[in-house]
């Protein structure tokens, strides 16, 4: 049987567009797997807010591990790991991706965002981001996981005054990130059908689109971006966001009607038994 990382590779390269939900803890990932999602994205962010740090740098590298870690162990299928930054320059990259291999991640996403600092969100020199992305595939192979999928991520259409120098940058910026190691380009802030097609056209490699999130839920689908081309497409807020949701619409009703009668009219309780086979997937 391949290892995670090989499996990552193929179900990346075998089409359609490889659908990654976000987990934020394992019960999450399980949930996941269980629907039958074959791949787990982890999530920085969603993880900071479930921790409740005051901001996804503040979540820092051991904590990100751990629950990486932890969803790692609880599912069959690839993860990747959130990697943000690389938590500091080449050689931390380095040690950074050596403790995501550790961990049993198939992959890991490596951002040019500097991370933590005030508004405005700044990114990084090119050859600053080029020279972690060289140096997590270096890593890799040394630690034996010559297939580790590497993410590259660039926030130039985030960070850009205007919208077409902007994608012209990522775009710009996704071809350097392939060429030194990078298996994928992830473009962040991608908006429309129209950003979506013209990044598929000009990047040379795997194209990696966020979809969901608040500003292009309404313009996207899953569907449109494996029509386009996309190869692999992340739900970086969905899982967190429909469990707040759903924990606010339950508790509410409690707390208002002093009853449950709100929860079991609407079914808005899993069962014992779903609880148990979840539970049972990890014996």
Not at 102 to 111: H, P, Q, S, T, V
Not at 161 to 182: H, K, P, S, V
Not at 221 to 235: E, Q, Y
């Amino acid at each position: 049987m391949p290892d995670k990382s090989t499996l990552l590779r193929t179900l990346l390269a075998s089409g359609p567009a490889l659908l990654m939900p976000d987990a934020y803890d394992a019960l999450s990932a399980r949930i996941i797997e269980r629907l039958g999602f074959k791949a787990i994205q982890c999530s920085g962010y969603s993880i900071a807010l479930s921790g409740c740090c005051a901001s996804e740098a503040e979540l820092g590298f051991e904590r990100n591990l751990a629950v990486t870690r932890d969803i790692v162990k609880a599912v069959s299928v690839p993860v990747m790991a959130d990697g943000e930054d690389g938590f500091g320059f080449a050689p931390v990259v380095a040690e950074t991706v050596a403790a995501f291999v550790w961990a049993g991640a198939a992959g890991i996403n490596l951002e040019d965002q500097v991370l933590g600092v005030p508004n405005p969100k700044r990114i990084v020199d090119r050859n600053l981001m080029l020279d972690k992305i060289r140096a997590a595939r270096e890593s890799a192979r040394r630690g034996g996981v010559p297939d580790f999928v590497i993410n590259g991520r660039s926030d130039a259409l985030v960070v850009a005054t205007d919208r077409g120098a902007g994608l012209d940058e990522a775009i710009a910026r996704a071809n350097l990130y392939l060429d030194a190691g990078a298996d994928l380009a992830f473009v962040t802030g991608v908006e429309t059908l129209a950003e979506v097609k013209t990044l598929v056209r000009s990047i040379h490699g795997p194209v990696s689109i966020a979809a969901g999130v608040p500003y292009n839920i309404a313009n996207l689908s899953v569907a449109d971006l494996t029509a386009c081309g996309v190869a692999r497409v992340s739900l970086p807020t969905i899982a967190i966001q429909a469990t707040i949701r759903a924990l606010n619409r339950a508790l509410r009703g409690i707390r208002d009607s002093q009853s449950f009668s709100e929860v079991r009219e609407e079914d808005l309780l899993c069962s014992a038994e779903e609880m148990s086979r979840l539970w049972a997937s990890g014996q």
